[in-house]
């Protein structure tokens, strides 16, 4: 067997594999329910696999098409590439997706503005395209609202009024509503039929509009314009080299600052006993630790004071997050963007690699630059899930 069909033979069967386990996440999240079977628990079978499809298969297509956008943009670009690793990811408990995602591995060095910003903007684009067309069918073909008492038979003693009763008494975490974007409230507003609008917590069972919300989560993670994000492509294509360097950082600041926001507050250390304050100020330490290793890499490219610099924005953030929260306590971030945040500063880094060439974009390709950016705009949730 040789080097290419091994390499095949990988990718083929992570794709498999992964589609196997986005079908069934999908299917744990259609009928509310897991397939390992526990104490008290029905569990799922092979026509609830089967049904899983229905979210794997949109949602995989555009994942890959998202993925086949950079891979058939780099070959154009003679840039050498592979294909699309899938990455499966099931828990075996509910609430995943089935997937880590996908990527590609660029095997060339870079060396131009164009040929990053070309192989950035080709995949949020194309799978945000796909993305729309599922949104449109699923919001168009929506099942009659009844549809809910096959999953929740329990609400039909409340009948289409369920949404008033149900989730009075739910435990702590025990309902996820999908956030509102300005795409999906669009499409909620003028394609769905109003009568079959099922209420936000029940969306999550409609596996068309969840695969559809998912695809413009990630796309709008993939779109922040910070660093090595395919957003980052584009803003250091169309801004250069040398203010990329400046507003990437200050754009991650803005993103930690309203992640962290509200998360700890002047009044939570009002407690009435010694041990509940000497617990918050140890949870507090740990998150200003979160932090600074988060902000750690902010001053890589100085010639000196990266750690100080890294500390002084960390405090300054923290500061601010308390000023806002006293000032205005019921403005709150959205805490499920730090460990992005985490990952993107830690890890991934929040600076573009430089290029040797510097080309200015023609207009065609600022267009479009631009056009990604506003679809950024449309895709971001500020909440993108909400739990009860």
């Known amino acids: 067997m040789n080097k290419n069909t091994k390499t095949y033979l990988l990718h083929g069967g992570l794709f498999l594999i992964t589609l196997v386990t986005t079908t069934m996440a999908g299917a744990e999240w259609m009928f509310g329910s897991i397939f390992i079977p526990l104490e008290g628990v029905k569990p799922l079978g092979w026509s609830e696999f089967v049904a899983g499809f229905q979210f794997s298969i949109p949602f995989l297509a555009i994942l890959t098409v998202h993925e086949f956008g950079h891979y058939f943009t780099a070959?154009?670009?003679?840039?050498?590439?592979?294909?699309?690793?899938?990455?499966?990811?099931?828990?075996g408990i509910g609430q995943s997706i089935g997937t880590l995602g996908a990527f590609i591995r660029i095997q060339d060095?870079?060396?131009?503005?164009?040929?990053?910003?070309?192989?950035?903007?080709?995949?949020?684009?194309?799978?945000?395209?796909?993305?729309?067309?599922?949104?449109?069918?699923?919001f168009s073909h929506l099942p009659p609202a009844e549809y809910i008492?096959?999953?929740?038979?329990?609400?039909?003693?409340?009948?289409?009024?369920?949404?008033?009763?149900?989730?009075?008494k739910l435990p702590e975490g025990g309902a996820i509503a999908l956030g509102d974007n300005l795409l999906f409230t669009f499409f909620k507003t003028y394609i769905a039929d109003p009568a079959r609008l099922p209420h936000p917590y029940e969306m999550i069972h409609y596996p068309y509009l969840l695969a559809g919300y998912l695809a413009l989560f990630f796309t709008s993670l993939n779109l922040i314009p910070i660093g090595q994000l395919d957003g980052g492509h584009i803003l250091y294509a169309l801004i250069g080299r040398k203010r990329s360097e400046w507003v990437s950082p200050a754009l991650f600041i803005i993103f930690?600052?309203?992640?962290?926001?509200?998360?700890?507050?002047?009044?939570?250390?009002?407690?009435?006993?010694?041990?509940?304050?000497?617990?918050?100020?140890?949870?507090?330490?740990l998150y200003i630790g979160f932090l600074y290793l988060a902000f750690s890499r902010i001053a890589e490219r100085a010639e000196s004071g990266s750690r100080m610099t890294a500390l002084l924005v960390t405090l300054s953030v923290v500061a601010a997050q308390l000023v806002v929260s006293w000032a205005r306590p019921d403005i709150e971030g959205y805490s499920g963007f730090l460990v992005f945040a985490f990952v993107l500063g830690r890890f991934l880094g929040i600076y573009h690699p430089e290029t040797e060439l510097e080309e200015p974009l023609d207009a065609k390709r600022q267009i479009l630059g631009w056009i990604a950016l506003i679809v950024f705009v449309l895709c971001f949730s500020p909440r993108p899930f909400v739990i009860s």
């Not at 060396?111 to 699923?138: C, E, Q």
Request: aromatic share 22%.
């Open 75 to 91: 070959k154009a670009n003679h840039v050498r590439v592979t294909l699309p690793y899938y990455i499966p990811l099931w828990l």
């Open 109 to 138: 060095f870079i060396n131009s503005r164009r040929k990053y910003f070309d192989i950035g903007i080709a995949g949020p684009l194309a799978g945000f395209a796909l993305a729309l067309v599922v949104l449109w069918y699923g």
């Open 149 to 168: 008492f096959s999953i929740h038979p329990e609400y039909q003693k409340w009948g289409l009024d369920y949404g008033k009763y149900a989730y009075q």
């Open 256 to 285: 930690v600052f309203y992640a962290g926001l509200g998360l700890f507050k002047p009044t939570d250390f009002a407690v009435p006993t010694d041990e509940a304050f000497f617990s918050i100020l140890g949870n507090f330490a």
